[in-house]
Nanobody, 119 residues
Framework: QVQLVESGGGLVQAGGSLRLSCAAS????????MRWFRQAPGKGREFVAR????????YYADSVKGRFTISRDNAKNTVYLQMNSLKPEDTAVYYC????????????WGQGTQVTVSS
């Protein structure tokens, strides 16, 4: 079955950049919408970015537009989140999500990776 593993988180100063990776094992990401969410301590899980399978269209939360870029490498079964101009308010655990309306495992989550942005 598909499993998602996030990596690339860490500690970075404000204004810096990080690239998160979400690698799939067990099966490919074919026909999945891929999404990134984040959750800060004591807060709800917040949508960050999405990339569709059919047309590679993307959508971003207003809070990250112009700073974050989601992309995918189908050959490597990996989705990326390039995060530039990071702000302290970007500090959160970032989760990768795979979602599709049909088939098995319609909604799959990774374990999360911590991103901490210092002032």
């Amino acid at each position: 079955q598909v499993q998602l593993v996030e990596s690339g988180g860490g500690l970075v100063q404000a204004g810096g950049s990080l690239r998160l990776s979400c690698a799939a094992s067990g099966r490919t990401f074919n026909n999945y919408k891929m999404r990134w969410f984040r959750q800060a301590p004591g807060k709800g899980r917040e949508f960050v970015a999405r990339i569709n399978w059919s047309d590679d269209s993307t959508y971003y939360a207003d809070s990250v537009k112009g700073r974050f870029t989601i992309s995918r490498d189908n050959a490597k079964n990996t989705v990326y989140l390039q995060m530039n101009s990071l702000k302290p308010e970007d500090t959160a655990v970032y989760y990768c999500n795979a979602n599709r309306p049909f088939g098995e495992q319609r909604d799959v989550w990774g374990q999360g990776t911590q991103v901490t942005v210092s002032s």
